[in-house]
């Protein structure tokens, strides 16, 4: 059983930074894909980033330049820096985990970019 959970969530303003944390319980982790997505009302959840267990990554379009994913496969942690927030940016973040035994999602952390 894997159990994600979120931190790092905000109030910023725009152009604003927020570091997101992801910390994963099991063994699994190192051989995992793990994936930031977002969700806000009234939309569906989008990827925002992803990482790869090979070290790729991918972005989504609205975010390449301003996002970047990482992680740390000896905390067990991934991380998404996001520089320069938008309004569009106010989401919940979730942290998602793809591995060999399925995928397992976080509980979720709040975003709000607003003045």
């Known amino acids: 059983q894997v159990h994600l959970v979120e931190s790092g969530g905000g109030l910023v303003q725009p152009g604003g930074s927020l570091r997101l944390s992801c910390a994963a319980s099991?063994?699994?982790?190192?051989?995992?894909?793990m994936g930031w997505y977002r969700q806000a009302p009234g939309k569906e959840r989008e990827l925002v980033a992803g990482i790869f267990s090979g070290g790729g990554h991918k972005y989504a379009d609205s975010v390449k330049g301003r996002f970047t994913i990482s992680r740390d496969n000896t905390k067990n942690t991934a991380y998404l820096q996001m520089n320069n927030l938008k309004p569009e940016d106010t989401a919940v973040y979730y942290c998602?985990?793809?591995?060999?035994?399925?995928?397992?999602w976080g509980q979720g952390t709040q975003v709000t970019v607003s003045s």
């Open positions: 099991g063994s699994i982790f190192s051989i995992s894909d």
């Open positions: 998602n985990q793809n591995g060999p035994y399925g995928d397992y």
